[in-house]
């Protein structure tokens, strides 16, 4: 048995035992033996070697579960027990350091506007912001996204997959967004709040995404009509945790074109989810949509985990068992918040000189234009603050228009929502004495009308 | 010892101490084996550049401690979820989920199941040691009848439901190409668990398809006893209830390779119908006769009528004539029948209310959307109605102008009931002149330009619509 000879003997060191006795048991020579002394180190009891019978079987060494258990000992290695840092460390990893392989910008032709429904122009802002991987459950009223997405995207040789359900959809975008490629998804109320655990992991692992959520009647199943009720989950609730994503709030097929294709850019800008709300009415309606000048062609990130050598190194995750670890990872979340009230973003129209200012989004925001409009030509000074973002409020866009305001009227199609993003936000900022506020509230699939506002502002102002 | 597994676990308490070298794993723990016969395969394959290991929620939620690959965790149960975004960013990446039986088989079922029978390439280690580890030892989906866990204090019984067997269940799919259940008590079945894993990682390295190992293993700690013992209990306990072997070794076709992602401008603008050519303009001016700036339009019906078509066409040829258009359609639960109805408005300069609560034009296809909205036109306002179906109509205001076209019986006659919808745009055009004939003609050319042979017949519906329309203005 000359061959015996020549093959390795294992080698342990007793740190890395548990004696568990997988060796134990398989050893027919009987070389290896349960021992009974307690290893000071490790609190464990490790097996005891005798080798003499040894025929370098290699069974034990197969048998062992440490990586740095039983090993074969090379020619020339001695049994003394060795120092485990020289023995093993220090080799460090051979993966590199990655770098970021930066996106670009291509000039897009010109071309007439499209006229085309909210979704659809949602759908073109992502593919047009260099969005190729579309993960979905289809739910009313936000499927038609999905289904132009389904049929574009082979064009453009992306990926649209149909998830089992809104849960996978938001692990789909983790994978893929983990790689470091944009990715989003349509989904409408009941299937956002399914999402908000993912949402928190994205938040938690610090991961790109995009969610155009378009908001439908509920609680519950609810209905199919226009709401404005996923306002708090967006803005105070995005899952467990300490959590905020910037929250846009289009108005216009045009505004869910051109914020869709925003929402790529802060997302990946900060690492973190971008929720686009839109009420059912905004996904449903058509309009005109006019095509940016450019589209991008992303690159990709350093911190991707793309499944290459350049990426080897890096690693998603948000779970931190050390405290210390975990309150510094919500310390840079919470900075990363901050820097994201930069991104705060409103539109006025007629609230300069405004005494009644109405504040709105979505499409009660066109409603209330109106409304500011009707209400100029019977000499009321009205006038509509609409925040474009509502997380980060663009409280300080509003603070300089309230000097001549006399009222606050929330338009809304939700319980008071976006009111108390308001009143949190002038909270915040110190403003302690705001003019009165009031409000105009729809919900369960009706969004507030012009004549609403034009009747409840005569009515404050003395006018009915 | 394998290449796969950093020199230093680092992320295992900073590597300090015995950390560096060593698991987290009780004595006699299955995953331990696992981890080394994956990182082994790893190595071997040739694969460690292009591994991306999706770490689970359960005790194996640190293998990022020690494989030297990219790493993911993840969510409890979103393994699968996790590994499909993956592989759908980076089609070469080597995939792995690593999960274990709470993971995979109770709060993940559902990923399980439809990623399996997707069958796209990744890998699946399924550790089933049918007890919960992390957590502390409660019922897992896979605990043996009678076994007594945390939660199945006197034992599981028909009350708690009995062991579900993974591997036969995704054998029976279509999608996997290879599944195989194997153990680790004994030097012959951790030769069969090495070769099992690698295996089924060469299936995703060929692109072959989806592959699933399921490994029977020890969880001494919660079984409360020795490693030893454990690995009986794993022969003579589960191996009845989980038989050993090939499940499914499929001879799969590889996938197709994935093409590279597009970035063509003029690909995208094609495949959105983008267009530089400006549409012509017929309009003199905006049609203030209806309103002065925003007219409001209703078109109500059955779903199939073709009323969103139309409210549509009116939306775009309003575009096309430079003022402003919305369209918002409504719809009953069904996808077919029931009623459907579309608010449409178009203004000179910005629509700001997008319902017609209240329109200046109301297009009826029946009698239902006849009672609904007919008193909701605005006075003076205007009442197309189908007058094949719905007879004898009266309004209560009697500044409301109401005519009735037979669109039913135009669209029979032209020999195709689909053109119902363009007898009753005719029919709008010629009773309210919204816009010249030829804008809404141009704008429904253009929406047909794929299928050019129906442009004559929809001419024609157009046509007939209008003259009917005029006739009945003349009554």
């Known amino acids: 048995m000359s061959q015996a000879n020549t093959r390795p003997k294992p080698f342990l060191l007793p740190d890395y035992c548990k004696g568990c006795g997988r060796c134990v048991q398989v050893c027919v020579q009987g070389c290896i033996s349960f021992a009974k002394e307690i290893n000071p180190e490790t609190g464990m009891v490790p097996v005891l070697l005798d080798l003499a019978k040894c025929t370098g079987c290699g069974l034990c060494i197969e048998a062992c579960p440490e990586p740095y258990g039983l090993r074969a000992m090379e020619a020339g290695e001695s049994f003394e027990l060795q120092d485990p840092a020289t023995l093993f460390g220090p080799k460090r990893s051979t993966a590199p350091d990655p770098v970021d392989i930066p996106g670009r910008t291509i000039p897009l032709p010109a071309a007439e506007p499209l006229v085309i429904k909210g979704t659809y122009a949602s759908a073109l802002g992502a593919l047009l912001a260099g969005c190729r991987h579309v993960f979905g459950y289809p739910i009313t009223p936000s499927t038609e996204g999905a289904e132009l997405m389904a049929k574009l995207l082979p064009k453009m040789d992306g990926f649209y997959l149909q998830a089992v359900s809104e849960v996978a959809t938001v692990y789909h975008m983790y994978g893929c967004a983990g790689a470091g490629l944009p990715c989003m998804t349509f989904t409408s109320s009941p299937g956002f709040s399914l999402m908000l655990e993912g949402v928190s992991y994205m938040i938690g692992s610090q991961l790109p995404g995009v969610f155009v959520d378009i908001m439908r009647g509920g609680p519950g199943l609810g209905n199919i009509g226009p709401e404005q009720a996923d306002i708090k989950l967006a803005c105070r609730g995005l899952g467990h945790g300490n959590t905020h994503a910037i929250t846009l709030m289009p108005s216009t097929p045009q505004e869910m074109l051109d914020l869709s294709y925003l929402a790529f850019e802060l997302s990946f800008k900060y690492r973190s989810p971008v929720v686009v709300l839109a009420d059912g009415y905004l996904g449903q309606m058509t309009g005109r949509v006019q095509l940016p000048t450019a589209m991008i062609e992303p690159g990709l990130p350093a911190w991707a985990v793309y499944g290459d050598a350049a990426h080897r190194k890096n690693l998603h995750t948000s779970v931190f068992l050390d405290e210390p670890t975990l309150e510094a990872l919500n310390v840079k979340l919470n900075a990363k918040y901050e820097a994201m009230q930069a991104e705060a973003r409103a539109e006025s129209f007629q609230a300069a000189d405004a005494e009644v200012l109405l504040v709105a989004c979505n499409t009660p925001a066109r409603a209330s234009k109106g409304a500011a409009q009707k209400l100029r030509d019977q000499g009321i000074k009205a006038g509509l603050f609409r925040p474009i973002t509502m997380w980060p409020f663009p409280i300080e866009q509003l603070k300089p228009l309230l000097a001549n305001v006399k009222q606050i009227v929330v338009v809304e199609a939700s319980a008071g929502q976006i009111e108390d993003e308001l009143r949190l936000a002038l909270s915040h900022a110190g403003i302690t004495d705001p003019p009165p506020i009031t409000h105009i509230q729809r919900y369960g699939g009706v969004l507030p009308q012009e004549k609403d506002v034009v009747a409840h502002v005569q009515n404050l102002m003395g006018r009915a | ?475």
């Open chain 2, 1 to 475: 010892m394998s290449n796969a597994f950093y020199g230093t676990f680092e992320r295992h308490s900073d590597g300090k101490g015995l950390k560096g070298h060593s698991t987290h794993y009780c004595a006699g723990c299955g995953h331990g084996l696992a981890h080394k016969y994956l990182a082994e395969a790893i190595d071997e394959l040739g694969i460690q550049d292009d591994t991306v290991a999706v770490n689970p929620v359960g005790c194996a939620a640190f293998l990022y401690f020690y494989l030297d690959t990219g790493n993911t965790s993840t969510a409890h149960g979103r393994s699968p979820a996790t590994a499909v975004g993956h592989k759908v960013a980076n089609p070469n990446a080597m995939v792995i989920c690593y999960q274990g039986d709470g993971d995979l088989a109770a709060i993940g079922l559902a990923e399980t199941i439809s990623t399996a029978q997707l069958g796209i390439p990744i890998t699946v280690i399924f550790i089933n040691n049918a007890v919960y580890g992390m957590t502390g030892g409660q019922m897992a989906p896979t605990t043996l009848m009678g076994q007594t866990t945390t939660t199945s204090p006197d034992g599981r019984d028909r009350l708690t439901g009995s062991p579900i067997r993974m591997a036969e269940l995704i054998a029976q799919l279509d999608g996997p190409v290879y599944v195989e259940r194997v153990a680790l008590f004994s030097p012959a079945e951790r030769k069969k668990a090495k070769r099992a894993i690698k295996k089924a990682l060469l299936m995703q390295k060929e692109r072959r398809g989806y592959a699933f190992v399921e490994v029977l293993a020890e969880c001494p700690t919660h079984l409360k006893t020795t490693p030893e013992k454990a690995m009986t209990w794993v022969k003579e306990q589960m191996l009845p209830i989980f038989p050993l072997g090939v499940k499914k070794d499929a001879n799969f076709e590889p996938w197709f390779e994935m093409p590279k992602l597009g970035f063509d401008p003029t690909t995208l603008l094609k495949a959105i119908g983008a267009s530089s050519e400006k549409p012509a303009g017929f309009c003199k001016g905006f049609p203030t006769h209806l309103n002065p700036t925003d007219i409001s339009l209703k078109l109500a019906g059955s779903g199939g009528d073709g009323a969103q078509t139309i409210a549509m066409l009116i939306a775009k040829a309003a575009i096309n004539e430079g003022f402003d258009g919305t369209h918002i359609p409504a719809y009953g639960p069904e996808s077919r029948g029931g009623t459907s109805y579309a608010d449409v408005h178009v203004a000179l300069e910005e629509v700001h209310n997008p319902a017609s609560p209240h329109p200046d034009v109301f297009v009826a296809f029946n009698a239902p959307s006849l009672a609904k909205f007919g008193n909701t036109v605005r006075p003076g306002g205007i009442i197309i109605y189908d007058n094949a179906v719905a007879k004898d109509v009266k309004t209560t205001d009697p500044t409301v102008k109401v005519i009735g076209v037979p669109f039913t019986d135009i669209a029979a006659r032209l020999g195709k009931m689909v053109v119902k919808n363009i007898v009753a745009l005719g029919a709008l055009q010629a009773a309210t002149e919204l816009f010249p004939a030829e804008t809404l003609l141009a704008t429904l050319r253009d929406t047909l330009k794929d299928k050019a042979a129906l442009i004559p017949l929809n001419e024609k519906a157009f046509a007939e619509g209008a003259a009917a329309a005029r006739e009945a203005m003349k009554r």
